[in-house]
C-alpha cells in the first residue's frame, strides 16, 4: 500500500523559506513515473505546484518558478520542495502526490489532479504580509 506523509509545513513572514518533505513507503522509485508537489487554498481548485519524472526532469507552475526547487532523494524514498521567497499568495494545503502513469512532468501537473494518483494528507503552509 502506498502512504505518502508530508512534513516541513508552517507559518512564515513574506520573503521567508520552508522546506517541505514527502516519505513515501510502498512506492519505488524506479516502478513509478512522477512525483509532484500541489497546493489547495480555501475555495479554490487544487493546482499542481511543481513535478519530477524518473528521469529527473522538473516542470513548475509559473507563480513558483525560480523561487520553489523540487528535488528527491531515491536513497531516502523522499521528495522535497524548497520554498523561497514566500509571498501571501503561496499560503495553501500542500499535497505530495505519486502516480503510476507514464507522463511528463509539465503533464503531470494537471494530469495528477485529474484521479490515478497517490495522495498524501497534505501539511499546511501560511505565509503572513
Known amino acids: 500500500q502506498v502512504q505518502l506523509v508530508e512534513s516541513g509545513g508552517g507559518s512564515v513572514q513574506a520573503g521567508g523559506s520552508l522546506r517541505l518533505s514527502c516519505a513515501a513507503s510502498?512506492?519505488?522509485?524506479?516502478?513509478?513515473?512522477?512525483m509532484g508537489w500541489f497546493r489547495q487554498a480555501p475555495g479554490k481548485r487544487r493546482e499542481g505546484v511543481a513535478a519530477?519524472?524518473?528521469?529527473?526532469?522538473?516542470s513548475y507552475a509559473d507563480s513558483v518558478k525560480a523561487r520553489f526547487t523540487i528535488s528527491k532523494d531515491n536513497a531516502k524514498n523522499t521528495l522535497y520542495l524548497q520554498m523561497n521567497s514566500l509571498k501571501p499568495e503561496d499560503s495553501a494545503m500542500y499535497y505530495c502526490?505519486?502516480?503510476?502513469?507514464?507522463?511528463?512532468?509539465?503533464?503531470?501537473?494537471?494530469?495528477?489532479?485529474?484521479?490515478?494518483?497517490?495522495w498524501g494528507q497534505g501539511t499546511q503552509v501560511t505565509v503572513s504580509s
Open positions: 502526490a505519486a502516480d503510476p502513469r507514464y507522463m511528463t512532468a509539465t503533464e503531470a501537473l494537471v494530469l495528477m489532479t485529474l484521479g490515478g494518483a497517490y
Open positions: 510502498g512506492y519505488s522509485y524506479n516502478r513509478y513515473n512522477c
Open positions: 519530477i519524472d524518473s528521469d529527473g526532469s522538473t
